[in-house]
């Protein structure tokens, strides 16, 4: 079963927004071709532009967590974590229906 990864946050300053999304397809493409990696996107609030929500979907919980928890995963992510105000939730969901 599949997973979708949300990760909901605002940017630490709002006239960032071109350079944040900008940086989002290299930062995809850096972990395209990660074991049980899928795909991303990412979300824009229009109401609140500095407002974001990132969805990742792997194949597994399990492939996730080991990108997650890995040295690589910091390399991968790190240009976008300069961004991001302190405040960022994260959660995993499973994949029930399509």
């Known amino acids: 079963m599949s997973i979708q990864v949300m990760v909901y946050g605002k940017l630490k300053c709002a006239e960032d ?3 944040f999304e900008a940086m989002i ?3 995809s493409q850096s ?3 990660t074991a049980g990696y899928i795909r991303d996107e990412l979300l824009r609030d229009p109401t609140e532009p ?3 929500i990132m969805m990742s979907e792997w194949s597994s919980r399990e492939a996730f967590l080991s990108w997650e928890q ?3 995963h ?4 790190g240009p976008l ?3 991001w105000s302190a405040d960022a939730v994260f959660s995993i969901y499973e ?4």
């Open 31 to 33: 972990i395209k071709g």
């Open 95 to 98: 994949v029930v229906s399509r």
């Open 70 to 72: 890995s040295p690589i």
């Open 50 to 52: 500095a407002t974001y």
């Open 17 to 19: 927004r071109e350079a």
């Open 81 to 83: 974590r300069a961004y």
């Open 25 to 27: 397809p290299r930062v």
């Open 74 to 77: 910091k390399q991968n992510t």
